[in-house]
T-cell receptor, first 113, second 111 residues
């Protein structure tokens, strides 16, 4: 089945230790998004790729970086995680042909010790 | 500033009840409104409503878009405990491929 996959599902890291979260998709969608979601809050967009075109949100901290080596894969790098970065990280995809519907992966829950 | 407001923020009902969740929006260049269901994981897509598709139905769930009132409702009939979740409303406006999210309605269905 076509889908959005995120790995790992749970990630524990230490304060300041870099971490990379991955997202892959078999939908062949040209747009990929990374969101941060904290408890009882709506998803907060960090950045998105339209094909290889990277679009950063103005309020996304420099600590967060992303790479998209090809259509199928997208990575979220947190260079120096702080306690405030503990959250669920959601990857989503969409295509202009599907309108604006975004399809989400299962998420990665990040814990920072 | 574009915004999406959902009400109520939380709701507790008994199995078999019918619930109506509300979403209102103030955006520039409305394109579509989406409903998602979120349990203890990522949001699951329910419906997308546009000017050309203002009413959607799937089983016990249905949704209507009122472009005049700038709002949408999500109806769930004969609720079940499995309907317990947060229901998120999001609006796409403009051409920037981004969604504007409401805070969600937390629905609890008790047996």
């Amino acid at each position: 089945d076509a889908m959005v996959i995120q790995n790992p599902r749970y990630q524990v890291t230490q304060f300041g230790k870099p971490v990379t979260l991955s997202c892959s998709q078999t939908l062949n969608h040209n747009v990929m998004y990374w969101y941060q979601q904290k408890s009882s809050q709506a998803p907060k967009l960090l950045f998105h790729y339209y094909d290889k075109d990277f679009n950063n949100e103005a309020d996304t901290p420099d600590n967060f970086q992303s790479r998209r080596p090809n259509t199928s894969f997208c990575f979220l790098d947190i260079r120096s995680p702080g306690l405030g970065d503990a959250a669920m990280y959601l990857c989503a995809t969409s295509t202009l042909a599907s309108g604006e519907t975004q399809y989400f992966g299962p998420g990665t829950r990040l814990l920072v010790l | 500033e574009d915004k999406v407001v959902q009400s109520p923020l939380s709701l507790v009902v008994h199995e078999g009840d019918t619930v109506t969740l509300n979403c209102s929006y103030e955006v520039t260049n409305f394109r579509s409104l989406l409903w998602y269901k979120q349990e203890k994981k990522a949001p699951t897509f329910l419906f997308m409503l546009t000017s050309s598709g203002i009413e959607k139905k799937s089983g016990r769930l249905s949704s209507i878009l009122d472009k005049k009132e700038l709002s949408s409702i999500l109806n769930i009939t004969a609720t079940q405990t499995g309907d317990s979740a947060i229901y998120l409303c999001a609006v796409n406006a403009g051409n920037n491929r981004k969604l504007i999210w409401g805070l969600g309605t937390s629905l609890a269905v008790n047996p």
